[in-house]
């Protein structure tokens, strides 16, 4: 009897959790239609920001892409230039340190020769080069077209217009127009004075050619031995030293010697130069002597012709 009073019990107390679980959920309120437009607008919201941080990222791709394809064009045209651009600016480069390292070594070399000595050697080089540019620019000028200049003489003879001759002869530069002249102011003399008198102009205009070139040749004697005379004293430099040191080291000998071979080099380039201009200026003095020749040997033969001429008139 007990056991049936327990089993009445139990579906009853099972039976009220369920029941007032039906009436809690009866109680609770319903959604309100507010929550539910907020829900929605925050579902939108977060699918804006998605959609925002896609396109971001779509266009950061982007940017990186024609960043990419920028630089590959870059060193596509790079690769179609070749190295020789690249090469361009590091030779400029190379070649102003090339220049600037030739001046700052000939400037030390000039210094370790022994200044006082140095300074010799490019005094006689700067005074020659000015007598080799100033009888340069002299012969320049004595120059002339001579062939022209004569047949223009012999017209105005042949035309009886000596005047005439002495005015083209006055407004001519150079030593063949002097001796033309010289030969025209005795054109009334014997053609042996005439003769006379153009040879002794000539051998005057030939000295003022050669004016100076005594000079640079004193210059191109005077550099070499300037340059000897500091070997000489390097030498004894060297010796002094060895003398001192009580011992011969190489250093020390190696410090005189290299004096006395800087000098002796700087010595002979000067030499050299020199004697380039000597002999340019030469050429010039020969071409221009062989003008007065020639030109005095036309004058003679046409004064010949017009005191020929004169003469038949005259009888």
Excluded at 87 to 106: C, R
Excluded at 112 to 127: P, Y
Aim: negative net charge.
């Amino acid at each position: 009897m007990a056991l049936a009073m327990f089993l009445s019990v139990v579906p009853a107390v099972n039976a009220q959790p369920q029941q007032n679980i039906q009436e809690v959920q009866m109680k609770q309120p319903k959604a309100q239609p507010e929550d539910a437009a907020t829900e929605k607008a925050d579902e939108e919201a977060s699918k804006a920001e998605e959609a925002a941080d896609k396109a971001e990222a779509n266009g950061g791709t982007a940017e990186a892409g024609a960043a990419d394809t920028a630089t590959d064009d870059m060193l596509k045209d790079a690769a179609d230039e070749g190295a020789t651009d690249e090469d361009k600016p590091m030779a400029a480069a190379g070649q102003q340190t090339e220049n600037v390292g030739i001046y700052k070594s000939l400037k030390t070399k000039f210094i370790e020769g022994n200044a006082g000595f140095m300074s010799l050697v490019a005094l006689a080089l700067v005074i020659g080069l000015a007598f080799c540019i100033e009888r340069i620019i002299y012969l320049s000028l004595s120059e002339i077209n001579a062939k022209k200049f004569m047949k223009s003489l012999d017209d105005k003879i042949s035309a009886n217009d000596i005047d005439g001759a002495k005015d083209l002869c006055r407004n001519t530069r150079g030593p063949v127009a002097s001796i033309c002249y010289q030969g025209l102011v005795r054109i009334h003399e014997s053609l042996d004075n005439i003769e006379r008198s153009v040879v002794s102009y000539g051998s005057v205009q030939s000295a003022n050619l050669e004016k100076g070139c005594s000079w640079i040749t004193l210059f191109i004697a005077m550099a070499p031995s300037l340059g000897f005379l500091g070997t000489v004293i390097g030498m004894v430099m060297a010796f002094d030293q060895i003398q001192a040191a009580g011992d011969i080291s190489p250093t020390i000998v190696a410090a005189g010697m290299k004096v006395a071979l800087i000098t002796t080099i700087f010595g002979i380039i000067v030499a050299l130069i020199l004697q380039i201009f000597y002999n340019y200026i030469l050429s010039k003095i020969e071409h221009i002597t062989a003008q007065m020749e020639e030109s005095a040997i036309t004058l003679l033969d046409s004064i010949a012709k017009h005191k020929l001429t004169a003469g038949g008139q005259d009888a």
